[in-house]
Structures are given as C-alpha cells and as structure tokens.
C-alpha cells in the first residue's frame, strides 16, 4: 500500500504543476484583456475630453465674438453722438460766421 502512494506521488505532483501552469496563462491572458479594455476606455476618454474641450473652446469663442460686437455696438454709438454732436457745434459756428459776415456786408455798405 505505501508503495502505491508512492507511485501516486509524482502522479500529484505533475497534476499540480500542470495546473499552476494553466494559472499561469489564464492570469496572463486576463491581464492582456485587462489591458485592452484599460487602453479602449483611455481612448474613450480622451475622445470625449476632446469633444468637451472643443465645446468649451467654441463657448469661449461665442462669448468673446458676442462681447466685441456688443463693445463695437457701443463703440458706434458713442462715436455716431460725438459726430451728431461736432456736426451741430459746426453748423453753429457756421451759421455765426455767416451772420458775422453778413453784418460785416451790411455795415460796409452803411
């Protein structure tokens, strides 16, 4: 009887390396399907970071463009009253000259 579990021994012992050797390579193989899925969902990741990114470059260019129009707009407007304003001065001071000249016509011919 102890010869026969002599026998059966490396019997055992061949299973158990045999099945450490099988471990060995299904730890392998789910560390390489691991792997994949970590770099697919990396590349997901950074796919939708760029999408946000864009957007938010897109938002910010709105935002500045809307800002200057309205800095334009208000630009314009400013400008549009000191011309208004300039233009009035002119006409005054032309219509004081033209009566300065008249009367200068006028007391001439006295």
């Known amino acids: 009887m102890s010869n026969s579990r002599f026998e059966s021994y ?3 012992i061949v299973e158990f390396e045999e099945d450490i050797d ?10 390489k399907k ?19 990114l864009s957007q ?16 334009r707009a208000s630009y314009n407007t400013e400008k549009d009253k000191k011309i208004t304003e300039i233009r009035n001065s002119a006409n005054k001071n032309f219509e004081k000259a033209v ?12």
């Not at 471990?23 to 560390?31: G, P």
């Not at 938010?56 to 800095?71: C, G, P, Y």
């Not at 000249?101 to 006028?106: E, F, G, P, Q």
């Open 22 to 31: 099988k471990l060995k390579l299904s730890t392998s193989d789910d560390t």
């Open 56 to 71: 938010i470059s897109s938002d910010l260019d709105k935002d500045t463009q809307a800002q200057i129009e309205q800095l």
């Open 99 to 110: 009566s300065y000249l008249l009367d200068a016509i006028k007391g001439a011919y006295k």
């Open 10 to 12: 490396p019997k055992y």
């Open 34 to 52: 691991l792997i994949d899925l970590a770099v697919r969902l990396s590349n997901q990741m950074q796919e939708e970071i760029n999408k946000v």
